[in-house]
C-alpha cells in the first residue's frame, strides 16, 4: 500500500512539473513560435479582412504620420523596427494589439519580447482606438500591397 501510494505522488509530481513548463498560450517554455499565427494579447481577439478600403487608408495614414513615423519607417529602422511586409509577418490581430497594447505585449508576449530584446526600446502607448489602430492596419496592408 505504501509503495502504491509513494508511486502516485511520483507520477503526480512529475505530472505537474510537466504542466509547469507551459506558458499562458499553452506552448512549451522555449518552443520556437509562429508568428503567423500569434494573435498577441490585447482585446483584439479576431479581424476578418476584405478588400482594401481607401477611406481606412487614408485615415490610417493620417494617424500614422502623426503617431508613429517618429520611430517607425517601412524601409530602415529607426528606433522601432521597419515596418516593411509586417502584415505579411505577423497577423492582423497581433498587429493591432502591439499598437493598443504595447507594454503588456512586451511584458507577455514572446515575440514582443524578441522585438524588446534586439530594438531595446520599448514601444509607448500611443492612446489609439481600436477604429484607428485598425485604420492604421489597413494603410500598412496597403503599403504592403496586400
Same mark, same amino acid.
Given at each position: 500500500?505504501? @509503495?502504491?501510494?509513494?508511486?502516485?505522488?511520483?507520477?503526480?509530481?512529475?505530472?505537474?512539473?510537466?504542466?509547469? !513548463?507551459?506558458?499562458?498560450?499553452?506552448?512549451?517554455?522555449?518552443?520556437?513560435?509562429?508568428?503567423?499565427?500569434?494573435?498577441?494579447?490585447?482585446?483584439?481577439?479576431? %479581424?476578418?479582412?476584405?478588400?482594401?478600403?481607401?477611406? =481606412? %487608408?487614408? $485615415?490610417?495614414?493620417? /494617424?500614422?504620420?502623426?503617431?508613429?513615423?517618429?520611430? @517607425? !519607417?517601412?524601409?530602415? *529602422? %529607426?528606433?522601432?523596427?521597419?515596418? !516593411?511586409? %509586417?502584415? $505579411?509577418? $505577423? /497577423?492582423?490581430?497581433?498587429? =493591432?494589439?502591439?499598437?493598443?497594447?504595447?507594454?503588456?505585449? /512586451?511584458?507577455?508576449? *514572446?515575440?514582443?519580447?524578441?522585438?524588446?530584446? /534586439? @530594438?531595446?526600446?520599448?514601444?509607448?502607448?500611443?492612446?489609439?482606438?481600436?477604429?484607428?489602430?485598425?485604420?492604421?492596419?489597413?494603410?500598412?496592408? *496597403? =503599403?504592403?500591397?496586400?
Amino acid at each position: 500500500m505504501k @509503495h502504491k501510494f509513494l508511486t502516485l505522488i511520483i507520477i503526480l509530481s512529475f505530472a505537474l512539473v510537466l504542466n509547469c !513548463k507551459e506558458n499562458d498560450s499553452g506552448q512549451e517554455e522555449g518552443a520556437p513560435v509562429d508568428p503567423l499565427k500569434e494573435k498577441g494579447i490585447g482585446p483584439v481577439k479576431e %479581424v476578418k479582412l476584405g478588400a482594401i478600403e481607401s477611406s =481606412m %487608408v487614408e $485615415r490610417g495614414k493620417a /494617424t500614422f504620420e502623426l503617431k508613429c513615423t517618429a520611430c @517607425h !519607417k517601412f524601409d530602415e *529602422k %529607426v528606433v522601432g523596427p521597419a515596418l !516593411k511586409d %509586417v502584415t $505579411r509577418r $505577423r /497577423t492582423p490581430e497581433w498587429i =493591432m494589439n502591439m499598437m493598443l497594447n504595447p507594454i503588456e505585449m /512586451t511584458k507577455q508576449d *514572446k515575440i514582443a519580447q524578441e522585438l524588446l530584446a /534586439t @530594438h531595446l526600446t520599448q514601444m509607448t502607448p500611443q492612446n489609439l482606438s481600436e477604429s484607428d489602430a485598425r485604420d492604421i492596419l489597413e494603410y500598412l496592408r *496597403k =503599403m504592403d500591397g496586400n
